[in-house]
């Protein structure tokens, strides 16, 4: 809450507000835009939202959008779902995401880094040459606006090259990682029905190979729609017969000729977690995807041409396509394709130092690991060039806001972020004028217009409430594949508040304007009426070193009753004996909440995850319900199907 912390953790100094793009654009949209000249960051997100209109166009403008045909008007329709941006203009992504090689053609667009750890360059030429070749290869392939390509691919330069030529040619891009088991990616690729699938033959994780050809044999045998299949050959190996070979379709030289299409034409496909079916198929447009990544990465992360923009992260996650679009900012992009902590938890930190990344992101959960494991990232790298260190995947607590400041160093702008999938960006975080508060995101983002609403619709400050957004972000879907009336989009973000957009997280926005999240709605922990998020208690108890990761649950009971196990997954030679039961309780009484003690702490043997990193509390709660488990979770979402079978157990054992 706004009292707790009074004095920042960070505040940026004048020369570099000075220097900050948004700075520049804020006085820019001034003198052009009717933008209100004072008043800082606050007075330029309130213009933004009261002025949705005024505020795009000045987007487009400064970051010199090409529209091959122009806009009728910037918001045909303002409603939600359904709102449509920029009617009547046609663009494309990927001619946008090539245009540095203009200027800059000898520098690196794309720095490779494997588990070696050394970086190896992709120059802007030679990304846009590889572009134009794939593209062509494409047309002559049949793809045609609007057609599927799939991507079973690691973070690596291959995927970005078969994004922007699918991009090019109008076609519209799915891509899931290689550790994805045939089923979790046939529940994905089969609703969308590609007509090209981009493979590779392996990957390397962990010191390790992993083959992956008897996926890809069994992919290419359940999607009777693919034309044609690339081979990758990353672990060398020869393409199998009735395959393309990735070198022969790359090998041209020849210029991009980039597809002009609407600007609500699909880009990709993005797929919700699909703990509990089979995942959402959430299509975003090529338009939206431009303005609000322009906007996101050039303002908010202040991007730009002299930058290196890292993120761990897979092509089965957003934030890969949010890494890609890095681009659009003529930066540098580092893809890592390896294990995050290989071959020792500092790897992340290694890389960022050797290829001099200005901006590294990463999980909390790394960085909480980071601190478990007695890292010092100051002490053993160099980090001089990291101006920005970002997190999300869920919220960073407190300490680790704190271990941060005091191990990367205390003048590092810390930006905790929190979107989502749907909206393939943030709607709160980054900014790089205003000061961080520890356990709190900077502020919400321009353009949204984020509020915290109690269940009647009223607006909180200061207190508990759902996360909504009450206006339309061109980024949020433009459809579910295979929603033709549009319900299932609907029920997914505006049956609880008509026309507004729910996203099922608790959030706080403070009276300085700050924004705190507290977990996923869906999974609240409601004891006696107070309500609490989930990740409140796991800050609180992974404090403890004995405590790897925890997981908690609120399950109500059909006597009207309320049970709320803690389940915890404890660090190599911890004991959960009555002491560590009781300093784990004192815990959550003095840091929290007397009435959120849990009624039973119990030792699992791990935490089950969604592919992309998330806990898995809904689904364990049907679990514990009495559910079975084919029915209370996509198996293919989960990154260790065995560890359900405790909860199955133990739930059978309660009933």
Same mark, same amino acid.
């Given at each position: ?141 049949? @793809? ?116 002009? @299409? ?160 749907? @909206? ?232």
């Amino acid at each position: 809450m706004s009292t707790v912390n009074p004095q920042p953790l960070w505040q940026p100094d004048p020369e570099r507000i000075a220097r900050a793009r948004i700075t520049s654009f804020h006085a820019w949209a001034a003198e052009h835009h009717g933008a209100p000249a004072g008043g800082g960051y606050a007075a330029l997100h309130r213009w933004s939202v009261d002025e949705p209109e005024t505020f795009w166009k000045a987007v487009t403008e400064w970051f010199d959008v090409r529209f091959s045909a122009p806009y009728a008007r910037v918001l045909g329709d303002r409603s939600m779902p359904g709102a449509q941006w920029f009617p009547g203009a046609t663009l494309n992504y990927a001619e946008h995401a090539l245009r540095a090689a203009a200027t800059r053609a000898d520098e690196p667009a794309l720095l490779h880094v494997d588990e070696t750890h050394d970086p190896k360059p992709v120059t802007w030429a030679e990304l846009r040459r590889q572009v134009g070749s794939l593209a062509a290869e494409l047309r002559a392939l049949g @793809v045609r606006p609007g057609d599927r390509v799939s991507g079973y691919l690691p973070n690596v330069p291959q995927a970005v090259v078969a994004l922007l030529a699918t991009a090019a040619v109008g076609g519209v891009w799915t891509s899931c990682a290689p550790d994805f088991g045939a089923r979790s990616v046939l529940d994905r690729f089969q609703q969308v029905e590609p007509v090209v699938l981009f493979t590779v033959d392996g990957y390397r994780y962990g010191g390790k190979e992993h083959d992956r050809r008897d996926v890809v044999a069994e992919l290419r045998r359940e999607l009777p729609t693919l034309r044609a299949v690339v081979h990758v050959p990353l672990l060398g190996t020869e393409a199998p017969e009735g395959t393309l070979d990735w070198r022969a379709l790359t090998s041209a030289d020849t210029e991009p000729d980039f597809e002009q @299409v609407p600007f609500e034409h699909p880009l990709w496909v993005l797929y919700s977690s699909g703990t509990t079916g089979l995942p959402k198929a959430i299509v975003q447009s090529q338009g939206g995807i431009l303005v609000e990544h322009l906007k996101q990465l050039g303002l908010h992360c202040d991007l730009g041409p002299e930058d290196r923009f890292f993120w761990y992260t897979s092509t089965g996650w957003m934030m890969w396509n949010f890494l890609v679009s890095g681009l659009l900012t003529g930066t540098t992009i580092v893809l890592y394709d390896g294990s995050p902590g290989y071959p020792d938890t500092g790897a992340q930190w290694r890389i960022a130092e050797r290829t001099g990344a200005t901006l590294y992101g990463t999980s909390a959960a790394y960085v909480m690991a980071c601190r478990k494991a007695d890292v010092h990232p100051s002490r053993d790298f160099d980090l001089s060039a990291v101006r920005c260190v970002a997190t999300t995947g869920s919220p960073l607590p407190p300490d680790g806001f704190r271990w941060l400041h005091d191990e990367v160093r205390d003048d590092l702008w810390i930006a905790s972020v929190s979107g989502g999938t749907d @909206v393939c960006s943030c709607f709160a975080g980054a900014v790089p004028t205003l000061p961080v508060h520890v356990g709190e995101l900077q502020a919400p983002c321009l353009g949204t217009d984020l509020q915290s609403w109690d269940p009647s619709g009223r607006p909180l400050t200061d207190e508990v409430g759902e996360l909504v957004v009450t206006n339309p972000m061109p980024s949020m879907p433009i459809h579910f594949w295979n929603d033709p009336d549009g319900s299932r989009y609907h029920d997914s973000y505006f049956d609880t508040y008509p026309g507004v957009w729910r996203h099922g997280d608790w959030i706080t926005l403070t009276s300085r304007g700050s924004v705190v999240i507290h977990g996923r709605s869906d999974s609240t922990l409601n004891r006696q009426g107070v309500r609490m998020g989930s990740a409140d208690i796991y800050e609180a108890v992974e404090r403890l070193p004995e405590i790897r990761e925890s997981l908690v649950i609120g399950i109500e009971q059909p006597d009207g009753g309320y049970w709320m196990p803690l389940f915890v997954h404890l660090a190599p030679d911890a004991v959960l004996d009555e002491g560590l039961k009781d300093r784990i309780q004192r815990t959550i009484r003095e840091h929290l909440s007397p009435r959120h003690v849990p009624d039973e702490i119990i030792q699992v043997p791990g935490v089950p995850h969604t592919l992309t990193g998330k806990r898995i509390e809904v689904p364990v709660k049907r679990l514990l319900q009495g559910t079975p488990l084919e029915k209370a979770v996509n198996a293919g979402s989960v990154d260790d199907l065995d560890l359900l079978t405790f909860y199955e157990d133990l739930a059978r054992k309660r009933a």
